[in-house]
C-alpha cells in the first residue's frame, strides 16, 4: 500500500524540502509483499515527484547514504520535464532496516524491478552511483526490459571496494565500537569525497550521517557494508558487452575510492557507451558538482532517444 504523503509543491510540482527532516518526510512509503524481495514483507521509501513529460527517472544511491544524496538535482530534473523516483535501498535510508534479510547487490536489484512493477513503471531512465551504479548494471543485464537508457557514475563494477567500508562490515570490529566513533568515520568519509568543501554543508552532512545515528542504524549499515562483495561485480564484467541500451558513464575525476580508470574501462566495454568527465568534483559528485551533474544527464538524454521514449 502506498502512503498518500505529497512530495511536491502544488502550484508547480516541483519538490519542496529545505532540510533533510523535509526531504525525509516527503518520501512515500510502499510495502512489497513476501517473496517479491526479500521472504518477509519489506517496507521501501522513496521520493516520487514530478510529471513524467520526457519519461521518468530512477536514482539509485549508493553506501552509506539514501535517497537524500540527490536532493540538489533532483529539482532540475523535474522542472525539465521528468518524474523522478528515489528510492532508500533495502537496509538504507528509512526503508526497512530490520536484520532479517539480505541486502546483495542482486537483492537490491530485485527489490527495484518489485517496486517499479507495485508503481506499474515499465521502463524508466536508471541512474546508479556507488553501489547503486553495481545495481543499474545488474538491472541492465539481467532485466534489460525496465531499462530505457543508462547512466553509471562513480560507481563500484569491478573489485574496487572502499577499505574503510569493508571494514564497517566486519563485525568483531564494528558491533561493539561507540555509536560517535561511528558518525565520526562517516563525518571523514562525507569529507574525503568532495573536491568542493563548500557544497559539504552542515545540512547535507548531518542529512546523510542521520540513518546511521542510532544502534539500530549501526547495524543495518554493518550488514550493509558486510553484504559488499567483488565477486557481485567481477560476475557482470564478461556481460558488460551485452548492454544494449544507450549508456553515460559519468565520473567526477577526483574521487579517491573510485577510480576514473574504472569508468574508462566500464565506457570500452560497453557498446556505445559515452564518458564524460566532470573534472573538479569527487565521489559524491551530486552534491559536490550538481549543476554540471544534472546537465551532462539531461543534455545525455536528450540526445539519445529510444523507441521507447
Known amino acids: ?43 521501501i521509501r522513496y521520493i516520487d515527484c514530478g510529471e513524467a513529460k520526457l519519461g521518468t527517472i530512477l536514482l539509485m544511491h549508493g553506501i552509506p547514504t539514501w535517497g537524500y544524496l540527490y536532493q540538489a538535482v533532483i529539482p532540475t530534473l523535474v522542472q525539465a520535464g521528468y518524474r523522478v523516483l528515489a528510492p532508500d535501498f533495502l537496509g538504507h535510508g528509512w526503508s526497512d532496516r530490520r536484520d532479517r534479510f539480505d541486502r546483495s547487490f542482486q537483492d537490491q536489484a530485485r ?4 517496486l517499479l512493477s507495485a508503481l506499474a513503471l515499465a521502463t524508466v531512465d536508471v541512474v546508479g552511483h556507488d553501489t547503486g551504479g553495481a545495481v543499474a548494471l545488474i538491472l541492465a543485464i539481467e532485466h534489460s526490459r525496465v531499462v530505457n537508457r543508462l547512466v553509471i557514475t562513480n560507481a563500484v563494477c569491478y573489485d574496487r571496494f572502499d577499505d574503510d567500508m569493508l571494514d564497517f562490515g566486519h563485525p568483531l570490529r564494528w558491533k561493539a565500537r561507540p555509536l560517535k566513533a ?7 568519509s562525507l569529507t574525503a569525497g568532495f573536491s568542493n568543501p563548500g557544497q559539504l554543508t552542515p545540512q547535507f552532512r548531518e542529512g546523510i550521517i542521520a540513518p546511521w545515528a542510532s544502534e539500530e542504524g549501526k547495524l543495518s ?69 550538481p549543476e554540471q551533474f544534472s546537465t551532462a544527464v539531461l543534455e545525455f538524454f536528450a540526445k539519445s532517444r529510444t523507441s521507447r521514449d
Open 1 to 43: 500500500m502506498v502512503s498518500q504523503a505529497s512530495t511536491m509543491n502544488s502550484e508547480n510540482m516541483q519538490p519542496d524540502w529545505n532540510t533533510w527532516q523535509e526531504f525525509r518526510e516527503a518520501q512515500q512509503e510502499l510495502v512489497l509483499p513476501a517473496g517479491a524481495a526479500a521472504h518477509i514483507p519489506v517496507t
Open 111 to 114: 527489490m527495484i524491478v518489485a
Open 221 to 289: 549499515l554493518l550488514r550493509n557494508a558486510s553484504a559488499l562483495n567483488p565477486n557481485q561485480t567481477m560476475a557482470l564484467v564478461d556481460r558488460h558487452s551485452t548492454i544494449t541500451v544507450p549508456t553515460l558513464v559519468l565520473w567526477g575525476m577526483d574521487d579517491p575510492w573510485q577510480k576514473s580508470e574504472d569508468g574508462l574501462q566500464l565506457a570500452s566495454e560497453i557498446p556505445g557507451a559515452v564518458f564524460y568527465e566532470i573534472k573538479q568534483a569527487s565521489h559524491w559528485v551530486q552534491q559536490d558538482a
Open 182 to 188: 561511528l558518525v565520526k568515520a562517516l563525518e571523514e
